[in-house]
């Protein structure tokens, strides 16, 4: 994997954000006065990817897999146990002062639960026009007001709103500030974590839609975390799948839904409830026993062994790699990966 | 004991084994009346899967409430309605008889295991309270019924987790000790309310897998309370759509997914994204569900309807039966439902 150069003409699809075996262990500690270190919880546990100008790229997993931690790291709001990630040929993790600042502006972040991220306490023009507080330069002096009427005209809000509270909006609306917040700074990048799991169905189209329309409208990147595949499909270019802080397999929409070879997407797949009584009766289901073992203490070799169907006594001792197969030319991290007979069994 | 512990079989002549009849709920705040429920009307036979589908507000769990008699009173008051479990209204009855119905006759499990649980006991010790208290089973024979039961929803090494605390199972066998303690006097009819919501796809799909083994063993009834179309697609017989309080679409399962007859339940289908379809625009519901103080006039569904017309604004549409034996509360039922074919 390739960092990119500092390109400073924007060209759509080339890489943007490169991440680089990117590693994150939460110590355990034990003692009082003296805390000694007892193991370590692997929630990021080598993970390797490239963002695209102008691409959605969906993170899923399921709870646990540590697609959470690899949003904060990427925001800065943890530090890394080891791993390089650069945005836009600079390094995000050794930036710092005003280098740290300007990049900061660059990537931005959308929260799962628009209840507790925005602050009761501040009115909306308050809380989109924050931002131009601490980054004084992107809103010249006297605009501010402006820009944040403009912002909520453009997720859809009522610019004459600026004034109200966030408890004055339903979920769904104040998604859309969590989103005119985030586009504040005119991001390029935007880490969208579970930005629609807290909305109802119908609610949660509305909010798709829009991240898909400014998108289309602002050449934005996304990095969108989900744990919802049917969600990620609508809306992302690339996926990539984790379990246990590893990505086991990543490619574009199609070879992940279509030509998917590892063992664990293909169960994630099977055990999403499609709404159709008639296609549900001729899938072909696969049913995993037992629950994701702990990151504190994951198994050897690959870490999904424990779980598949599949596994030999090489899955115990050998570390698949992330690499591309020969079932299918994308990366996939399983010693026996295979495309699934597309005929019911 | 008014309700005799019979088989689930003998419900009376012609009668439902649990029914509904035309049901009203509401919440009396500082702020004003919030009607949640209102008229609400459905029936469920022994053995059989109905669901209950609607978003947050729309009065699912209310209902089930209600019929457990766990309503939170005040600010919830039933204002009218009858809750006929095999011909009895459960209404009438004073509190010592319908804590003999809950459990025994009608059992729930919730969508949040973790704060359903005390968790300062023991697990096996939660589920052999019930049997200690109302069975009057001893400790021994309690402990013993414990461990049957958990093996009975599959969770692993039954005997030797017994004595482990809720903080110490997964989500998954949470929810399993929830199912296990809802079964442990043997109910007909089991409400489960959003019971894989908290859970990951993998864990929801054997959660789904479990409910229905069980339901098909114990020949029970089951009320499945869901907001996801997904779910309810692989184990429901009916589906019960709610909207704002009422239940604006009632149909078998099929017929209901090939065709909806209530342009709410069509919006509904139109607006999830599918794991089957590549993403293009999805279909919106435009607008908000409604305040449940400031119900608008005529169909509740009126502001956000593509079908509007001036008589959805000054009538209350009233269900409409369709040939199938569906009924949709729609005043163009049949268009939305031949729409929905031609699409």
Excluded at chain 1, 111 to 130: A, K
């Amino acid at each position: 994997m390739t960092a990119s150069p500092a390109n400073p003409t924007k060209v759509r699809g080339e890489t943007i954000l490169s991440v680089d075996n990117l590693v994150k262990h939460f110590p355990i500690t034990q003692g009082v006065l003296f805390q000694r270190q007892i193991g370590a919880v692997k929630a990021v546990d080598g993970v390797s990817f490239e963002l695209r100008r102008g691409e959605t790229l969906g993170v899923v997993g399921e709870s646990g897999c540590g697609k959470s931690t690899l949003a904060r790291l990427l925001m800065r709001l943890e530090t890394p146990t080891s791993g390089r990630a650069t945005l836009e040929g600079k390094d995000l993790f050794k930036a710092s002062g005003g280098e740290l600042r300007r990049l900061r502006r660059n990537m931005q972040m959308v929260m799962q639960d628009p209840y507790t991220s925005l602050n009761p306490r501040m009115t909306v023009g308050d809380i989109i026009g924050e931002p131009f507080e601490i980054h004084p330069d992107a809103a010249p002096k006297g605009s501010k007001q402006k820009r944040v009427q403009e912002l909520l005209d453009l997720v859809g809000l009522n610019p004459e709103h600026i004034n109200r509270y966030p408890h004055q909006f339903s979920g769904g609306q104040r998604q859309r500030i969590g989103i005119a917040r985030a586009l504040a700074l005119k991001p390029e990048v935007i880490v969208c974590d579970e930005p629609v799991s807290a909305l109802d169905v119908s609610i949660q189209a509305q909010v798709i839609n829009l991240l898909k329309q400014l998108q289309g409208e602002l050449g934005l990147s996304y990095i969108f975390i989900a744990h919802d595949l049917s969600v990620v499909r609508h809306i992302a270019d690339r996926v990539a799948v984790m379990y246990l802080g590893r990505i086991v397999e990543i490619g574009t929409e199609d070879e992940i839904y279509e030509r998917a070879t590892h063992p664990y997407t293909q169960a994630l797949l099977s055990a999403v409830p499609v709404p159709d009584p008639e296609a549900r009766d001729q899938r072909n289901m696969i049913r995993l026993v037992g629950d994701v073992p702990s990151p504190a203490d994951p198994p050897s070799g690959c870490h999904f062994r424990t779980r598949c169907w599949k596994a030999q006594d090489i899955c115990a001792v050998e570390d698949p790699k992330t690499v591309p197969r020969a079932a299918d030319p994308h990366p996939s991290a399983c010693h026996f990966a295979e495309l699934r007979p597309t005929t019911p069994a | 004991m008014t309700v005799q512990p019979t088989p689930a079989s003998a419900t009376p002549e012609g009668g439902h084994l649990l029914e509904l009849r035309d049901l009203h709920v509401e919440f009396r705040t500082n702020e004003g009346v919030a009607r949640v429920i209102n008229g609400v009307s459905y029936h469920l036979d022994a053995g059989e899967t109905l669901a209950v589908l609607g978003e947050s507000g729309s009065g699912k769990s209310v209902t089930a409430q209600a019929i457990m008699g766990i309503l939170d009173t005040p600010p919830a008051f039933v204002r009218s309605g009858q809750i006929l479990y095999k011909g009895e209204d459960l209404l009438t009855r004073p509190e010592e008889q319908r804590r003999q119905v809950r459990g025994k006759e009608i059992a729930m499990i919730f969508q949040d295991a973790l704060s359903a649980l005390n968790p300062v006991f023991p697990v096996g010790w939660q589920i052999g309270e019930t049997l200690r208290q109302r069975a009057g089973m001893s400790r021994a024979d309690a402990r013993r019924r414990a461990i049957e039961l958990m093996d009975l929803v599959k969770i692993p090494g039954a005997a030797k987790r017994i004595g482990d605390y809720p903080h110490q199972f997964s989500g998954g066998m949470r929810q399993r000790v929830m199912i296990a303690m809802a079964l442990a006097l043997d109910p007909k009819v089991l409400i489960a309310d959003e019971p894989t919501t908290a859970l990951d796809v993998t864990v929801q799909a054997q959660i789904m897998d479990l409910l229905a083994d069980l339901r098909r063993e114990l020949n029970m009834a089951m009320i499945l309370i869901t907001h996801d179309l997904g779910v309810v697609a692989g184990v429901a017989d009916r589906i019960a759509v709610m909207y704002a309080g009422r239940i604006v679409e009632h149909a078998d399962v099929r017929s209901i997914y090939k065709a909806p007859a209530h342009p709410y339940t069509k919006g509904l289908l139109e607006s999830i994204p599918r794991l089957d379809v590549r993403g293009q625009e999805l279909s919106t519901i435009k607008g908000l569900p409604p305040n449940l103080m400031r119900i608008p006039s005529g169909c509740p569904f009126h502001p956000r309807c593509p079908y509007v017309q001036q008589v959805c604004v000054d009538e209350f549409p009233h269900d409409l039966v369709l040939g199938d034996g569906r009924t949709s509360a729609c005043h163009f039922a049949q268009e939305v439902r031949d729409d929905s074919v031609a699409r």
